[in-house]
């Protein structure tokens, strides 16, 4: 009884997954793709979700399944100069460096990998004005720092308006203990 428990269990939990990824498009249909390797079909993710409102901004619309199925590897050769050519549609002044020190080019070939790095020796962060895409701890403010490297120019002081969402905080504390995410309200 135990074993068909158990496959029950599998089986429910494999169902789950189907349903969820068959949601991820508007037509229900399920994204599929094959490892390059092995040939292997599988489900992919609804959305690349590394680093907060990349996708969102730069990614066009015709563009957002081909993005989303792209595995991190090839997005940066597939994506990056449309990433520019959009960076430097939203900077009027035209963009030239960041607070990083990072030119157009340099910059949305970061973006367009969307993947969050982590640092395994350092401080994780996702910018603390010293370490810079480290990992990401839940009270980063990766929005503010997203906004400040797209428009806030070499010092980080340009277009003062368009560097801050004005959010600073959450909105309740982070627990101390795992899973460390605010309670509920």
């Keep these: 009884m135990k074993k068909n428990n158990i496959y029950i269990t599998v089986i429910g939990f494999c169902a789950a997954i189907t349903l969820t990824l068959g949601a991820c498009k508007k037509d229900k249909t399920p994204v599929v793709a094959a490892d390059p390797y092995t040939g292997v079909v599988f489900s992919v993710q609804g959305d690349q979700f590394g680093r907060p409102a990349i996708n969102t901004v730069f990614v066009a619309t015709a563009d957002k399944d081909a993005f989303n199925a792209t595995i991190p590897s090839a997005m940066g050769a597939a994506f990056q100069a449309k990433f ?77 308006f368009l560097t801050s969402d004005h959010v600073n905080a959450n909105d309740k504390a982070f627990l101390t203990n795992f899973p460390y995410l605010a309670s509920p309200h």
């Design 84 to 160: 520019q050519a959009k960076l430097q549609a939203l900077n009027a002044n035209a963009y030239t460096t960041n607070a990083l020190g990072l030119d157009a080019s340099t910059f949305t070939g970061v973006l367009a990998t969307d993947v969050l790095n982590v640092s395994t020796t350092g401080k994780t962060t996702f910018f603390d004005g010293t370490n810079v895409l480290t990992g990401r701890a839940l009270g980063d403010d990766v929005i503010d720092t997203e906004l400040l490297l797209i428009f806030g120019g070499p010092d980080g002081t340009a277009n003062a």
